[in-house]
């Protein structure tokens, strides 16, 4: 990959949490978004962010919230490589047991982490965790209820993805062992 800047602002050791990030082109939507997440309640986190060949001013947008924390690793490509490509390269710098998905036009509740950690805390079983979410398009609102428990997510899962991938996460392991296809 050519990776045209590094900029690590992480000052957390031990995050329990690694954020992915990868945009393209989103400076309408990534402030928003970035916000939510460092409003989280949960504090032990690192945010990676991979800037995916950007042109608009979103990398100039992400650079002023660097000044407002210190867990951030930023990463700037001049090239396009997709979403799956970006996702295995961030893995590689994550330092969390767990891996969280956020996009950059995704709003997360502000206790998504302290609620997601309290179940894996309490289902020691589970490896990969989703939610409910609320699709927004064109300013209109639209609850989505997901499935809720082994069962019916193996039911649904030859037909469509039953996990909203803007809510999920993820031990560690299982996404190192398993990465993301590229070839979607």
Do not use: W
């Amino acid at each position: 990959m050519q990776i045209k800047k590094i900029y690590d602002h992480r000052k957390l050791k031990k995050p329990e949490i690694s954020v992915l990030i990868s945009y393209l082109n989103n400076e309408d939507t990534i402030k928003k978004s970035l916000e939510s997440v460092l409003k989280q309640t949960y504090k032990k986190f690192e945010i990676i962010i991979f800037s995916d060949g950007s042109t608009d001013k979103s990398d100039s947008i992400v650079i002023n919230l660097l000044q407002k924390t210190d867990n951030i690793l930023f990463i700037k490509s001049n090239k396009n490589y997709g979403l799956t490509k970006a996702l295995n390269f961030m893995i590689k710098f994550s330092k969390g047991k767990y891996i969280a998905r956020h996009d950059a036009d995704d709003i997360s509740d502000k206790r998504r982490f302290e609620l997601q950690l309290n179940h894996f805390r309490t289902n020691r079983n589970v490896d990969l965790l989703g939610s409910n979410c609320v699709h927004i398009i064109r300013g209109k609102k639209k609850f989505i209820k997901m499935p809720t428990n082994n069962l019916s997510i193996k039911k649904i899962l030859p037909l469509r993805n039953p996990l909203a991938h803007s809510s999920v996460i993820m031990t560690r392991k299982v996404l190192v062992k398993y990465k993301y296809d590229q070839s979607l």
